[in-house]
């Protein structure tokens, strides 16, 4: 049975396995080994990767990007007629990886290595399992996305003993993490990073600045505020590491020729930048580490293109950043890698990884006053390694006390109502005048995912026990989405195409005005009614002129939208 590892990322996800000695990364129904993690709703049918990221032009109101964001919340989206929660919208791109998988491999797939930001807290991490068994994968082992960048980068420029710093400036989120590298071994030493900072934020900035120096943009609608954002999306990535970059946009009447540089970007992006050097600091720090002491640092996530986040890095640590090469695709490799580890691989079984846990965990003590604010009673500390775990005794605070409430929190904050409340446990005592009062033990075990596992044992040997896992879903919650899923088909990969195709035949009709908007709504027409009639030489006919007229048509578009089509035509 075969093993994959998962890249489940907030913009882009990709999928992977070990095949005659190497991570190989697995090409999805249309030929591209990026899938978009993003989730749309057609009249019932549900779309996901490329057909879906391409609604959200002209559909936004039943399409979903960037969830992984808000895993480990009760958000909901309402897609169409249908809601999901931020789990399901996971559980289907996992499910569409899985489905690539098993076409590509020709076997069936039970089991994934799924990566997670290394900052992901517990719930995160939790929900995250709780996506993949919803889409029938048995997830063994999650592991940090800084932790995987390690590992490809370590197994594939053979770095026997380093130390590393890796950091992975993604779309929505910062991870940083000190690593050693000796013999077989990988020693994660530190992890830390922020779950809202990357790609995004800086877009943002862009945006505002853009926005401040066009005020003829102040009334821009809903579709045009999306097009001019993907614009300065695909300038700033166009930009990359070059000096400067001119792009235009165009709405309506108006045509705003503009051009972005990396001077005025590392200005606007300070804030980001700022945030970066402090937490590159905290990672040096709780690995006990020193600058000189770091042989390399590696850089991995779309962000890290930036030229001046690149320069910015080189100033902080005196020595040039190793961007790896197709940097969007090293964590996936990472988990390839350790799917081949999963599998006892002969040429790779040996290898070995060591994991910490990226908070601080504690309980809420008082130091005797009943009505005392409760502080924090830290009991793992952050960064151990991996499985951990340690044991405490707790004491009553008052007379006849009958029972203790043992809360779990997550955090760096000394009052324990500044951190984050995992749960809590709740165990009878002995009553006892306070002097003679008889504690509780209380362990917290820390599993090889960064699964936490709380147990109270009282004075009598009574047991509480508690996974402190999700309560975002109950048992209920899960069957019912379980079964919702089991009945769930995703589109194969001819309706995939077919999707996709209508729906850049739908964001070209926005674009367009007057007659060739109606010449527009005819290919749509024509399309849609060769597909529906199930005469396949018809379709294929008229399949093959939509693209045509698709290349044809984008070209009298504005240069920068015609760039946009052309391009996701070539992924396919
Ligand atoms: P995640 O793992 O969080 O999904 P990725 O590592 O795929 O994110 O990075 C996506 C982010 O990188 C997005 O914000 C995207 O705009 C940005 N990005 C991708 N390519 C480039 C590029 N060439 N230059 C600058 N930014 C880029
Ligand atoms: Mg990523």
Known sequence: MAVIGIDLGTTNSLVSCWKNGEAVLIPNSLGSVL?????????????????????????????????????????????????????????????????????????????????????????????????????????????????????????????????????????????????ECFDNVIEIEAVTGDNHLGGDDIDALIYTDFIGRHPELSALDAAGIAGLKTTLIQAKCALGSHEEYVFSYTYGEITIEDCIGQEQLLELGLPVLERMRYLCGKAVHDGQCSIDEIDDVVMVGGSSNLGFVQKFIEELFGKPPIVMANIDEVVARGAGIYAGIRMRAEDIKDRMMTDVCPFTLGTNVVWGQEDERPHLCVILERNCPLPFSKTIRLLPVYDYQDMMRIGVYQGEEYYVDENVCLGELVIPIRPRPVEKGEGVCVTFSYDING????????????????????????????????????????????????????????????????DTRIQTGMVVERLTRARESNKHHLYQKEREFSQWYLVQTSMTLNPFASKLLLEEEDDD
């Open 35 to 179: 899938t978009p993690s993003a989730v749309s709703v057609s009249q019932e049918e549900i779309l996901v990767g490329d057909a879906a990221k391409q609604r959200l032009l002209t559909h936004g109101n039943e399409t979903a990007v960037s969830f992984k964001c808000f895993m480990g919340t009760k958000k909901k989206y309402q897609l169409g007629s249908q809601i999901f929660t931020p789990i399901e919208l996971s559980a289907l791109v996992l499910k569409k990886l899985k489905q690539d998988a098993q076409e590509y491999l020709n076997e069936p797939i039970e089991e994934a290595i799924i990566t997670v930001p290394a900052y992901f807290n517990d719930r995160q991490r939790t929900d995250t399992k709780l996506a993949a068994k919803i889409a029938g994968l048995k997830v063994e082992r999650l592991i940090n996305e800084p932790s995987a960048a390690a590992l490809a980068y370590q197994t594939e420029q053979k770095k026997e003993e380093a130390v590393l710093l890796v950091i992975d400036f993604g779309g929505g989120t910062l991870d940083i993490s000190l690593v």
């Open 451 to 514: 699964v936490l596992q709380v147990e109270a044992e009282n004075s009598m040997k009574e047991v509480v026990r508690k996974l402190i896992a999700n309560d975002a879903l109950s048992e209920k919650e899960i069957e019912e989405s379980l079964r919702r899923f089991e009945q769930m088909k995703l589109p194969d990969a001819e309706e995939e195409e077919y999707q996709l195709l209508l729906a850049k035949l739908m964001w070209l009709f926005q674009q367009q005005i007057g």
